[in-house]
């Protein structure tokens, strides 16, 4: 599992950079709007009517924001979730819970691209 | 008083012959000073892992139809739901505040022939890309656009 | 004559032949207004205690031998004014290092660690000596002088909070000094160096807190190396999968 870890670091941080960096240019105006502004009534309701989040999401474009919306948070959520439990935890168990924490991201992704591939 | 680090932080392959103290993890860690903020940008990973989650929910559901995705935006009006966004907003800002005033040195001093920009153009750069698609990803969700 | 104000020094002491665990001694220091942290201690070496060890050579931040943390800090006692200290100061030895003595710390971990990175030019194949030198523009120096300044003086491992739990972690200075030769335009090692990067205890188990360039004295940002040899390694690996032979020549 270890070795496992070792060889695969670079993809993992390679997906975890992205998560930091294109998984927050995104996330801000998603929260903006879905998950702050149209709850609290800044944004009209109407704006995130199911056909019209449909026809946004169900394009090439729309589609790729999306995954990348799913995706990448989910390898930088597991990866900095990784190093919290290294400061809190010891390195001892690093390989089994970064494991763990990975499994969840890729189990995550592949709901991610079934569900923009459902749309 | 710090906590002990791991025994074999820092020890040699072969160890010497003398008796050491075992090391201790840096003062102030992790709970003081800059290592509290470091702390808190390690802890924003949860708002991400369970940000990443939530929105699969919300798309699965979308393309479940549209009973599905009215029950998502019903869900969302919740103020607990309100209330987690919210501070996922928070740590959003917080962890692109601190990458893109890391991400500069992170870059190599030429890649090939090509310098990267010198760190105050480059941030500019990325606060420019932020801001520009969050205003973008507004307009068009919040109805602008379409 | 300056002015002299006496402090109260509270120092970490340890004996490997007496103490099952280390504990302190208080020292009052006359200390005088232009006096660094070191020239108390060696003040209390002379004048109070002769058994204190510690390391010191050069009193001029070249050494590197002087680092201890100083109120908790990683901090180079002969360029830290006493004058920004308060009228207790705590000396105490390196975090993330085992303590052979007092606040003498071993060292032994770290040189075996540099070593592994290969910090000296790799070359394919050496020029004849009657090829001439190897010859290098000022702006391909500029590349990495800044990673060639380091002092080997721990501060930066003392600060690492993946030092103290990943005892295989490589490391910040140990890094930033195989990856300056990674940028030397003379030197043909870098995938040699860049499997070393990955492997074992590799640069991505750095988690970028940034505090081995907050404390480094000579400002040669050792967590800037770490992340460029991250990129590095990334796309050094990705050549090896795409490329005959890994991408090298």
């Known amino acids: ?119 | ?146 | 004559m300056s002015d002299v104000q006496i402090k109260k020094f509270v120092v970490t002491r340890f004996d490997p032949d007496k103490d099952e665990v280390p504990r302190t001694d208080t020292f009052e220091v006359p200390c005088q207004s232009d006096w660094m942290v070191l020239d108390a201690l060696n003040f209390i070496k002379d004048q109070l205690d002769g058994s204190l060890s510690y390391r010191w050579s050069c009193r001029m931040a070249v050494c590197g031998s002087c680092g201890m943390n100083v109120d908790g800090a990683p901090t180079l006692t002969c360029k830290s004014p006493l004058s920004s200290y308060g009228d207790t100061v705590e000396v105490t030895p390196l975090s993330n290092f085992p303590v052979i003595r007092d606040l003498v710390v071993e060292l032994d971990g770290f040189m075996e660690k540099l070593k592994a990175v290969k910090p000296w030019i790799i070359r394919a194949k050496e020029k004849a000596v009657e090829e001439g030198p190897y010859r290098q523009s000022p702006e391909e120096l500029e590349d990495f002088k800044q990673f060639s300044l380091c002092i080997n003086c721990m501060l930066c491992y003392a600060a690492c909070p993946v030092v103290g739990n990943e005892p295989d972690f490589i490391g910040p200075a140990a890094i930033a000094l195989g990856y300056r030769y990674n940028l030397d335009s003379r030197d043909e090692g870098a995938s040699e160096r860049n499997a070393i990067f990955r492997g074992e205890g590799s640069v991505y188990s750095c988690s970028f807190a940034n505090e081995c360039s907050e404390v480094c004295p000579e400002n040669v940002d050792p967590a800037a190396a770490i992340n460029q040899a991250k990129l590095s390694g990334l796309v050094d690996w990705a050549a090896s999968l795409v490329l005959p032979r890994g991408g090298k020549d």
């Open chain 1, 1 to 119: 599992m270890k070795q496992l870890l070792i060889v695969l670091e670079p993809v993992i941080w390679f997906m975890f950079g992205q998560g930091i960096m294109i998984g927050t240019i995104l996330l801000t105006g998603w929260l903006i709007v879905v998950g702050v502004g149209v709850p609290m009534g800044i944004f009209p309701a109407d704006a995130l009517a199911y056909e019209r989040m449909h026809m946004l999401g169900s394009n090439v474009i729309g589609r790729v924001v999306l995954l990348g919306l799913i995706v990448l948070p989910l390898w930088k959520g597991a990866h900095h979730l990784r190093s919290l439990a290294v400061d809190f935890g010891g390195g001892d168990r690093d390989a089994i819970v970064g494991s763990l924490l990975y499994l969840i991201a890729i189990v995550g992704s592949l709901l991610g691209i079934v569900a923009v591939i459902r749309l």
């Open chain 2, 1 to 146: 008083m710090a906590r002990a680090a791991h025994p074999q932080a820092m020890q040699p392959k072969k160890p010497g012959t003398t008796r050491t103290a075992p090391p201790k993890m840096p003062d102030g860690f992790p709970g003081k000073g800059r290592y509290r903020t470091y702390v808190a940008f390690e802890t924003t990973g949860l708002i991400y892992l369970l940000m990443g989650f939530i929105i699969l929910r919300a798309i699965w559901q979308l393309g479940a139809g549209e009973a599905g995705w009215n029950g998502v935006m019903d869900a969302y009006r919740n103020p607990i739901m309100i209330g987690f966004h919210v501070l996922a907003l928070v740590g959003v800002i917080f962890v692109g505040v601190r990458f893109f005033w890391l991400f500069p040195k992170a870059q190599p001093p030429r890649i090939g022939p090509v310098r990267p920009p010198p760190a105050a153009i480059l941030k500019g750069m990325l606060y420019s890309v932020w801001i520009g698609t969050t205003l973008v990803m507004t307009w068009v969700l919040a109805g602008g656009a379409f």
